[in-house]
């Protein structure tokens, strides 16, 4: 038997390498004129590219413990998994090439995958005498989100509707990776929690913040005018949450939990989650109060808080540590992981500059750095774990 992470994880990285390598060249003015905006595209990849695949070779090592049953065969994952990740490089040949037709038809094949996927997970969370586990039906119930989202952008590139692509990545990206990256938060981490216990109204306080997020986007998207109290109301709430993040991740009592490696990698994604909350509740009060190049900016610099920041860095420690587990390895947090995880830190504060720079006098716009730290980034990570991930034989470890 194989691990489900060996073939998806490996894919992700592949996909993850390949994104960073097209969004250098755009940078570099080395991309020809396709079907899609570049900004689109770059999105669209970014978000709902490499992330499903970690989040789904996650899921598969993970569940059958979640839910005390035998491991999944990840043997059977390979060939999907190799075709996601040629399906993505094919939408970018595609798209470069001006085939809408072929482009729309390789955006389908990744979210066939994942509805496959999903439904098998969902399956297993439904068969008798499986554990009941609240968090394993939400990531399941995410990740077929995050196929139906994909399969609806498919038909928007056909139908050449770009709002309506950029629609369906915010709402994957929001109510469907976003959402599953937040249940596993409570699920993995001593983070939303009270007293030692699961915290049920954080977790629905952000999970309903992530709503409320997405259906800001559609509005701005949809250029559907939004009274002024409407805008600062969305400020006001989600500044009180942002409290309430960055509060609980200060909690005394995790002051020894933070100085073990993961854990302070962990809560360093955490804060950014309560940044980028922030970053929106100011872009909020900018469209309320009459100024909307405000308002993008700040909006665009949240987004890459919640992305490069929250779910980048959750997501590097996580991979890294089911890689080093499943390889037998006792140390999951070595240099290599820590030298990473710092330079993610720093290239999405570069980004946020970037962002940010066309409001703020005084900013330079460090976005070919950024792209290029992301390059190097996914390199590292492909060279420091691909080895594992292509070995073949059953991981010794298990995740909780």
Same mark, same amino acid.
């Given at each position: 038997?194989?691990?489900?992470?060996?073939?998806?994880?490996?894919?992700? =990285?592949?996909?993850?390498?390949?994104?960073?390598?097209?969004?250098?060249?755009?940078?570099?003015?080395?991309?020809?004129?396709?079907?899609?905006?570049?900004?689109?595209?770059?999105?669209?990849?970014?978000?709902?590219?490499?992330?499903?695949?970690?989040?789904?070779?996650?899921?598969?090592?993970?569940?059958?413990?979640?839910?005390?049953?035998?491991?999944?065969?990840?043997?059977?994952?390979?060939?999907?998994?190799?075709?996601?990740?040629?399906?993505?490089?094919?939408?970018?040949?595609?798209?470069?090439?001006?085939?809408?037709?072929?482009?729309?038809?390789? +955006? +389908?094949?990744?979210?066939?995958?994942?509805?496959?996927? +999903?439904?098998?997970?969902?399956?297993?969370? +439904?068969?008798?005498?499986?554990?009941?586990?609240?968090?394993?039906?939400?990531?399941?119930?995410?990740?077929?989100?995050?196929?139906?989202?994909?399969?609806?952008?498919?038909?928007?590139?056909?139908?050449?509707?770009? &709002?309506?692509?950029?629609?369906?990545?915010?709402?994957?990206?929001?109510?469907?990776?976003?959402?599953?990256?937040?249940?596993?938060?409570?699920?993995?981490?001593?983070?939303?929690?009270?007293?030692?216990?699961? =915290?049920?109204?954080?977790?629905?306080?952000?999970?309903?913040?992530?709503?409320?997020?997405?259906?800001?986007?559609?509005?701005?998207?949809?250029?559907?005018?939004?009274?002024?109290?409407?805008?600062?109301?969305?400020?006001?709430?989600?500044?009180?949450?942002?409290?309430?993040?960055?509060?609980?991740?200060?909690?005394?009592?995790?002051?020894?939990?933070?100085? &073990?490696?993961?854990?302070?990698?962990?809560?360093?994604?955490?804060?950014?989650?309560?940044?980028?909350?922030?970053?929106?509740?100011?872009?909020?009060?900018?469209?309320?109060?009459?100024?909307?190049?405000?308002?993008?900016?700040?909006?665009?610099?949240?987004?890459?808080?919640?992305?490069?920041?929250?779910?980048?860095?959750?997501?590097?420690?996580?991979?890294?540590?089911?890689?080093?587990?499943?390889?037998?390895?006792?140390?999951?947090?070595?240099?290599?992981?820590?030298?990473?995880?710092?330079?993610?830190?720093?290239?999405?504060?570069?980004?946020?500059?970037? &962002?940010?720079?066309?409001?703020?006098?005084?900013?330079?716009?460090?976005?070919?750095?950024?792209?290029?730290?992301?390059?190097?980034?996914?390199?590292?990570?492909?060279?420091?774990?691909?080895?594992?991930?292509?070995?073949?034989?059953?991981?010794?470890?298990?995740?909780?």
């Amino acid at each position: 038997m194989l691990s489900p992470h060996r073939p998806l994880f490996a894919a992700a =990285a592949a996909l993850w390498l390949s994104s960073a390598l097209w969004w250098s060249a755009c940078l570099l003015g080395q991309r020809p004129a396709g079907v899609l905006p570049v900004s689109v595209l770059h999105g669209w990849l970014m978000s709902l590219g490499m992330m499903p695949l970690f989040i789904a070779g996650f899921a598969g090592t993970s569940f059958p413990r979640w839910l005390d049953q035998e491991p999944l065969d990840g043997s059977r994952l390979v060939l999907p998994a190799v075709a996601a990740w040629l399906a993505w490089l094919g939408l970018l040949l595609a798209d470069a090439a001006g085939r809408r037709g072929l482009a729309a038809g390789f +955006a +389908a094949v990744p979210g066939l995958f994942m509805l496959g996927m +999903a439904m098998v997970l969902l399956r297993r969370c +439904a068969r008798d005498g499986a554990r009941f586990s609240a968090h394993a039906w939400g990531i399941a119930a995410g990740l077929l989100w995050v196929g139906l989202c994909q399969l609806c952008a498919a038909l928007a590139v056909l139908f050449e509707q770009a &709002t309506l692509l950029q629609a369906a990545q915010r709402l994957a990206l929001c109510l469907g990776v976003g959402s599953i990256f937040v249940l596993a938060l409570q699920r993995l981490t001593p983070f939303v929690h009270q007293q030692g216990r699961r =915290a049920p109204g954080l977790l629905i306080g952000l999970l309903l913040s992530l709503l409320l997020r997405a259906g800001l986007d559609l509005a701005a998207l949809w250029a559907w005018p939004l009274p002024a109290p409407i805008h600062l109301l969305a400020a006001a709430t989600l500044l009180c949450l942002a409290v309430f993040v960055l509060r609980d991740a200060q909690r005394r009592e995790l002051h020894a939990a933070r100085r &073990t490696p993961l854990v302070a990698q962990l809560h360093a994604g955490y804060m950014w989650l309560g940044l980028s909350l922030a970053l929106d509740a100011l872009a909020q009060g900018g469209a309320g109060l009459g100024r909307p190049d405000l308002q993008r900016a700040l909006a665009m610099a949240a987004l890459h808080a919640l992305t490069l920041g929250f779910m980048g860095t959750t997501l590097l420690a996580m991979a890294s540590r089911v890689s080093a587990v499943q390889q037998g390895r006792s140390v999951a947090v070595d240099r290599g992981l820590s030298l990473m995880q710092a330079l993610l830190q720093l290239l999405t504060a570069g980004r946020l500059a970037a &962002t940010l720079a066309p409001v703020w006098p005084g900013l330079v716009d460090l976005l070919p750095a950024v792209a290029l730290a992301y390059l190097v980034l996914a390199l590292a990570w492909s060279l420091r774990y691909g080895p594992w991930l292509l070995q073949s034989g059953r991981g010794r470890g298990r995740e909780r």
